[in-house]
């Protein structure tokens, strides 16, 4: 059975950091295309940033200069550090494992930027 879990959310001020961590078991992340989505209060899931198995990267364009996607494949574990957030990026974060033809999420972690 597939697990994931994430991890590393808060409750932060404008202009702050934080480092959000996605751990997966009972799949290995080796060989497949992960990913963070979000979703921001009322609002529907979006693409934040996606990974592939080679380190090609892509991201959003109002987090591209500010957060950076990262894996690692022998802890089967995705990271997405998060630099000067703003109370638009307050949202809750989902990891996603793209398995085709399955997608698996995590239960997703609470990310509130607010002064």
């Known amino acids: 059975q597939v697990r994931i879990v994430e991890s590393g959310g808060g409750l932060v001020q404008p202009g702050e950091s934080l480092r959000l961590s996605c751990v997966a078991t009972?799949?290995?992340?080796?060989?497949?295309?992960v990913g963070w989505y979000r979703q921001p209060p009322g609002q529907s899931r979006e693409l934040v940033a996606v990974i592939s198995p080679s380190g090609h990267t892509a991201y959003e364009d109002s987090v591209k200069g500010r957060f950076t996607i990262s894996r690692d494949d022998n802890r089967d574990t995705l990271y997405l550090q998060m630099n000067a957030l703003n109370p638009g990026d307050t949202a809750t974060y989902y990891c996603?494992?793209?398995?085709?033809?399955?997608?698996?999420w995590g239960q997703g972690t609470q990310v509130t930027v607010s002064s």
């Open positions: 009972g799949m290995n992340f080796s060989g497949r295309t």
């Open positions: 996603n494992l793209h398995s085709p033809p399955t997608n698996y």
